[in-house]
C-alpha cells in the first residue's frame, strides 16, 4: 500500500499572501478618503445646480425672485449637511419688483482667471448667485455681497481670502452657481416696452396741429411727459384732437399731440412714457412747423391839438427756404453744409422744395 502525503502552506508563502492582502487592504483604505470626498463633491455640484434651477423656475413663473430656497422649493443643504449660500439682488426681491421692468442690477460676479485673482472676467447684471461653501465651509472668498468671487479650486488661502500658498489655512472648494438678469428677461419672454411712433409729420404756424403717439411692449397705465413742444402744442390723452377735417382719437395708450402752433421752425420733442410695471421708453423726434404766409396790419395813430393823423403800414411775410434753415440750390447748401457726414437733401419748407443741410 502506498502512503500519500499532504503538503499545507509553508510559513514562508502564509506570510507573502498576508503582506500581500495587507498591501491591498491598505490601498483600498487610502482610496476610500478621495472617492468619498468626490463623491460628496459631486452631489454638491447637483444639489447647488437644483437650487439654481429652482429659484430661476420660481423667477420665470413670478416674475420676481423668492427671498429664501424654501420659498423656491429648492433643497437648501449641500452633501456635508450645510446650508446653502443664496444671495437675490435687491432690485428682483419681491411681488412689487417686475423682471420686465429691471434693465440692470447692481449684483456682480468676477471669474478669477489665475490663481491669485489678480486678473478676472467681470459678470454684470446678475439676479441672484447660490453657493456651497464647501468642505471646510469657509466661504469668505465668494462673499456675501457684491462683486462676488469665483476663484481657481484648490487656492491656497488664509481667512479672510488672503492668498498663501505656504501653510494656507485653505484650500478654495466653494461650489458656485449664478443667473443672468438677461437669461430671466428671456425666459419669461419680457415684451421689449418702446415708443412705436418713428416721425411727426410737419405742420403750419397759426394752423391747426395733430399728431398721435404709440407705445408697444408695455403695462397699462401709462404716465408721459413730452419736453420741447412750441407754444401752443400739447399732450391729450382723452378725446380727440381736430385738424385739417381730420379727428384723431388720444387715449391713455395712444395720445396726441394738438393745438396751434405759435411759432415756426424745427424742434426736438422729447417723449418719455412710462408704464405701470415701471418700465421706461423714451425717444427723441423731429417737428418741424413751417412759417405760414401772413400780412401784418400795423395802424398808428397820432393825435394834436389840431390834426389827428392815422398812418396804416401793411407788411407782407412770404415764406421762402430761407424760412425754414433751408437752401434755394444745392451750391448754397454744399458751401454752408460742411464736416464730416455732413450732406444736402431735398426737403420741404411749406409747399415750397428746397436744399437741407444734415448730420
Request: proline share 5%.
Amino acid at each position: 500500500m502506498l502512503i500519500q502525503s499532504k503538503k499545507g502552506l509553508t510559513l514562508v508563502e502564509i506570510a507573502i499572501v498576508l503582506v500581500i492582502l495587507g498591501l491591498l487592504l491598505g490601498l483600498g483604505v487610502s482610496l476610500i478618503g478621495p472617492l468619498t470626498k468626490r463623491a460628496k463633491l459631486t452631489e454638491t455640484r447637483e444639489t447647488v445646480k437644483q437650487a439654481k434651477e429652482a429659484v430661476l423656475g420660481y423667477a420665470v413663473k413670478n416674475g420676481y425672485l423668492p427671498s429664501d430656497l424654501d420659498s423656491a422649493g429648492a433643497r437648501k443643504l449641500d452633501a456635508w449637511g450645510r446650508a446653502l449660500q443664496y444671495y437675490p439682488v435687491s432690485e428682483l426681491l419681491g411681488s412689487s419688483k417686475y423682471v420686465c421692468a429691471v434693465n440692470s442690477t447692481s449684483y456682480e460676479v468676477r471669474e478669477c482667471t489665475d490663481t491669485q485673482c489678480s486678473t478676472y472676467n467681470t459678470k454684470s447684471n446678475i439676479a441672484f448667485i447660490v453657493y456651497s461653501k464647501g468642505e471646510d465651509s469657509d466661504g469668505s472668498c465668494t462673499g456675501v455681497s457684491s462683486p462676488f468671487y469665483i476663484r481657481e479650486q484648490g487656492m491656497p488661502y488664509i481667512s479672510p481670502c488672503t492668498y498663501t500658498p505656504t501653510n494656507p489655512q485653505y484650500y478654495y472648494d466653494d461650489v458656485v452657481a449664478y443667473v443672468s438678469l438677461d437669461e430671466i428677461r428671456d425666459l419669461v419672454g419680457c415684451p421689449k416696452f418702446r415708443i412705436t411712433t418713428e416721425f411727426l409729420h410737419y405742420g403750419y404756424q397759426g394752423l391747426r396741429y395733430g399728431a398721435q403717439i404709440s407705445v408697444t411692449g408695455g403695462f397699462p397705465n401709462f404716465t408721459w411727459n413730452i419736453t420741447g413742444l412750441p407754444s401752443g402744442l400739447f399732450l391729450q390723452d382723452s378725446g380727440s384732437c381736430t385738424y385739417d377735417a381730420v379727428s384723431l382719437p388720444c387715449s391713455n395708450a395712444s395720445p396726441c399731440i394738438c393745438g396751434t402752433p405759435l411759432n415756426y421752425g424745427t424742434f426736438p420733442i422729447t417723449i418719455n412714457v412710462t408704464d405701470s410695471k415701471n418700465q421706461i421708453a423714451s425717444k427723441t423726434l423731429s417737428l418741424t412747423i413751417y412759417p405760414s404766409e401772413t400780412t401784418t396790419t400795423t395802424t398808428t395813430t397820432t393825435t394834436t391839438t389840431t390834426t389827428t393823423t392815422t398812418t396804416t403800414t401793411t407788411t407782407t411775410t412770404t415764406l421762402s427756404c430761407a424760412s425754414c434753415g433751408m437752401y434755394n440750390t444745392y451750391g448754397q447748401c454744399r458751401s454752408n453744409c460742411r464736416g464730416i457726414g455732413r450732406s444736402c437733401v431735398f426737403a420741404y419748407c411749406g409747399p415750397l422744395w428746397c436744399w437741407q443741410c444734415v448730420p
